[in-house]
């Protein structure tokens, strides 16, 4: 079974620690983003390839762990996603009816 993402606050000390760069761009709507280049050696530690899909997660303030998603982390995503949208309309729905 995959890991789970540590806990924010946690105060267990990653392996591996990568300093990433946000840079802010202006995309075609002339809007602001921001986007997240991972180095080559990132990438290669992690085994990362194109179309791999990466959970983040909040450990401590401005510290984040990132590791890449299972078939199964993200079969689990989707159904506590849809669980958390059901609960947000359920509530939607209460608020209309008083």
Excluded: C
Excluded at 10 to 17: C, L
Excluded at 67 to 77: G, M, P, Q, V
């Amino acid at each position: 079974m995959p890991r789970e993402l540590e806990e924010v606050g946690s105060d267990i000390m990653p392996e591996t620690i990568w300093t990433l760069i946000l840079e802010k761009i202006t995309n075609q709507d002339g809007k602001s983003e921001y986007i997240i280049s991972i180095p080559e050696k990132m990438k290669k530690y992690m085994k990362l390839k194109a179309g791999d899909s990466l959970f983040w997660g909040e450990r401590a303030k401005n510290m984040y762990e990132v590791r890449k998603a299972s078939n199964e982390d993200l079969h689990r995503f989707k159904i506590q996603k849809a669980a958390d949208e059901a609960v947000r309309e359920g509530k939607a729905k209460l608020r209309t009816l008083y």
